[in-house]
């Protein structure tokens, strides 16, 4: 039996130290994930593209030199733009999702966010055009065109949120562009893994360059829809203003669960 002592006393407080240090945990490992595979990239960018002109890259076939290297100035020099700058993006861009320096170092926070939204929007305009230009045809057009947009606009959107003083907003839309930038991480992890699950059903002579077609003919789309869905599920997970695709129950009885700060766009 109770008494109303008991009943009021209220039950013992969770373990807090271990439900809250798990998920930090986690986070931490992911971030150093992204950052090493980032870096990753940048190096097979800097070890494939630095080692001369574009003209002799491509008696080399290094990577797409021989697509780009007859092709008109502005066009390979759109080529060179978007391999300098969006390697930059994804190179610094692990660094604006460390907690430590947001909190400990705000003015680096800044010039590294100015360094990255100036790349974001060199690499998204130069992707563009390539974009005009690309080996996967019509696929690559509307795929890698419409990354290529979205990687600015939410660029544009991360930027002006924080002059607007919004900072939840800002996170979204910065998590929102890093998960596009990213895109330069997983076509390459895509194209592997594509490529990996067909050679079993290619018979005894491979046709190597068939194998890579068939693989990245859905890159252009592939390597960035998935990406954006899982940043749309951490925005959610970490109760940032993320995508409604229906009313919630909140919001249409009157009750505004947004964080403060938040806008209503
Ligand atoms: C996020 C937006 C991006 C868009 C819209 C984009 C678009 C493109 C396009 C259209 C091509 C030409 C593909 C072809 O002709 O088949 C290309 C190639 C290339 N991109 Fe990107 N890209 C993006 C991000 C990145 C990032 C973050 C990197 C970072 C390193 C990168 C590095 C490269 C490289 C090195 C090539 C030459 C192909 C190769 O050697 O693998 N791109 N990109």
């Keep these: 039996m109770t008494n109303a002592t008991d009943s009021a006393t209220p039950p013992p407080a969770p373990p807090r130290t271990v439900s809250r240090s798990r998920p930090a945990r986690n986070g931490r490992i992911s971030w150093v994930v992204v950052a090493l595979t980032s870096l990753a990239i940048v190096g097979y960018v800097i070890a494939t593209y630095a080692q001369g002109s574009l003209a002799t890259l491509a008696q080399n076939e290094a990577g797409l030199a021989t697509a780009y290297a007859d092709r008109a100035a502005p ?69 890698f065109g419409s990354l290529a947009v979205l990687w600015g606009w939410t660029a544009w959107r991360g930027w002006r949120a924080i002059r607007a003083g919004d900072h939840l907003s800002h996170q979204a839309w910065m998590i929102r562009c890093f998960a596009l930038t990213y895109a330069g991480v997983t076509l390459r992890l895509w194209l592997g893994i594509l490529i990996g699950v067909q050679l079993p059903f290619a018979g005894p002579t491979v046709d190597a360059e068939r194998v890579f077609d068939t693989a990245y003919a859905v890159l252009p789309f592939l390597c960035w829809l998935p990406n954006i869905v899982v940043a749309e599920l951490l925005l959610r997970r970490r109760g940032l203003p993320s995508l409604a695709l229906t009313p919630s129950r ?15 766009r």
Excluded: E, K
Aim: positive net charge; aromatic residues 10%; proline residues 5%.
């Design 75 to 143: 066009v390979r020099a759109a080529f060179y733009a978007h391999i300098i700058f969006s390697a930059l993006a994804l190179g610094i861009g692990p660094v604006q999702f460390a907690g430590t320096v947001r909190r400990r170092r705000p003015r680096l926070h800044r010039w590294v966010g100015r360094v990255f939204l100036i790349s974001v929007a060199i690499g998204s305009v130069s992707s563009l055009i390539m974009a005009c230009f690309n080996t996967a045809a019509i696929n690559g057009f509307f795929g």
């Design 250 to 264: 909140t919001a249409s009885s009157g009750t505004d669960r947004r964080p403060p700060g938040v806008s209503a």
